[in-house]
């Protein structure tokens, strides 16, 4: 978990309050990394656009809006088992479309008929909108089946997964499946959808002047303990990668041998509105660290979200 109690709380107050947020160093060190995302970012689009222009070819996905976001590929097999699960969720207005990526990889069987049971009981604001099964699982190659949820507004769950099928054996004589199969199943690791997933992070050009130009009424604040952490820089990691939001003015970049530091993070939420987050940390000489945390957004509701995330960390 993100948030939680400290041994020893750091007093946060120590970081100043009008703080200039720290610059990332250019050409070396933590510049380095800062610029390394940026290419990754930009790397990393086509694959949005591939999915993008995949899943407008599925019919059952018609009506579903325009794409937000995509995730990265989680696997949901251990390595080395016989067959070969990946996921994929896409992010739409109100729809979130699950891409399991399906291999086999045993030659003496086909599987047929292939689709994913989701079981909905921890993750009630989501209902089943359609299935797209798999005729048949391809033999060291990949494809997808598709499951899509609808759901209400920024909903979030977890999912416990059944990848189901029919087995059929391979005659080793003729390299022909068997006619007559077998319903299978097989367990796949569970999943989730969380507020981050709703986020993309949009980096702002002026912070201070977009932060000012937000209603100071969305604001919300408070103060959390994020207990022990090897660096002030592991925990600005941590909640970069919590929170879905990107990192503004290089802040990302903790100085070195820092006890305290403010990161300024943005993003834009499905449905357009966006939030600005000033995170200041501090830490103390047990390593725990302290966090005050400041959103605003264009819609209020979503910096109550933001510190909801954080508190149930």
């Not at 946060?12 to 610029?35: N, Q």
């Not at 088992?81 to 109100?94: A, D, G, M, N, R």
């Not at 999943?191 to 201070?208: C, M």
């Amino acid at each position: 978990s993100l948030a939680g109690p400290t041994a020893r709380p750091f007093d946060v107050s120590t970081v100043p309050e009008d703080e200039e947020p720290a610059k990332a160093v250019a050409a070396s060190g933590a510049g380095g990394r800062a610029g390394a995302a940026a290419t990754t970012a930009v790397a990393a689009a086509p694959s949005f656009e591939a999915y993008k222009e995949k899943l407008n070819e599925v019919p059952e996905f018609a009506e579903l809006g325009e794409l937000f976001k995509s995730s990265a590929r989680v696997d949901l097999v251990e390595s080395e088992t016989e067959y070969s699960i990946t996921c994929v969720k896409h992010i739409f207005p109100q729809h979130v479309v699950f891409q399991f990526d399906c291999q086999n990889t045993i030659p003496e069987q086909v599987l047929e008929n292939v689709s994913v049971l989701m079981d909905l009981a921890e993750a009630e604001d989501f209902e089943e909108f359609c299935q797209v099964p798999l005729a048949t699982m391809p033999l060291n190659s990949t494809s997808p089946a598709y499951v899509c949820l609808s759901h209400q507004g920024l909903s979030t769950g977890i999912f416990v997964n059944i990848l189901q099928f029919t087995a059929k054996e391979v005659d080793p004589s003729t390299g022909e499946a068997e006619e007559e199969g077998y319903e299978d199943e097989y367990q796949l690791e569970d999943l989730s959808v969380e507020f981050s997933d709703y986020i993309k992070g949009q980096a702002v050009p002026n912070f201070r002047k977009r932060w000012e130009e937000l209603d100071p009424e969305s604001e919300r604040a408070d103060e959390y303990g994020l207990g022990e952490r090897d660096s002030l820089q592991d925990a600005v990691e941590a909640i970069m990668s919590t929170l879905g939001l990107q990192p503004c003015e290089g802040t990302e970049a903790v100085p070195p041998n820092a006890r305290s530091h403010m990161c300024l993070l943005s993003g834009m939420v499905i449905g357009g509105s966006l939030v600005l987050a000033r995170v200041r940390l501090g830490i103390d000489a047990g390593m725990n660290v302290a966090m005050k945390l400041e959103v605003r957004a264009e819609d209020p509701e979503v910096s109550d979200a933001i510190h909801a995330v954080i508190a149930e960390g």
